[in-house]
Nanobody
């Protein structure tokens, strides 16, 4: 049984930082690209960041580039999202995902976490 479990998000002030983690089990972690997506109230889910199987390549949405960093620890089967200089518009439910294809589109991912709420206050 494949499981992706995000860490608890939280409430943070604008300009602050937060690190999310996503622990996986039941899948060959090294075989998958990992991604983070988010969904704000009343909006569609959007791509945030992705990292390839080895961690040698990553890609970000323009809205988070330079502020967020995705990383992975293949020994721990875990992917991380370090979020700095947070803005109120970053408020959303954040989802991690694992995919053979990966990329910036949801169909590239086979498995999804349950999501974690991140709220940034102004």
């Amino acid at each position: 049984q494949v499981q992706l479990v995000e860490s608890r998000g939280g409430l943070v002030q604008a300009g602050g930082s937060l690190r999310l983690s996503c622990a996986t089990s039941g899948l060959a972690f090294r075989a998958y690209a990992m991604g983070w997506f988010r969904q704000a109230p009343g909006k569609e889910r959007e791509f945030v960041a992705t990292i390839n199987w080895s961690g040698s390549s990553s890609y970000y949405a323009d809205s988070v580039k330079g502020r967020f960093t995705i990383s992975r620890d293949n020994a721990k089967n875990t992917v991380y999202l370090q979020m700095n200089s947070l803005k109120p518009e970053d408020t959303a439910v954040y989802y991690c995902a694992a995919g053979v294809r990966g990329g910036s589109y949801s169909p590239g991912y086979n498995y999804w976490g349950q999501g974690t709420q991140v709220t940034v206050s102004s």
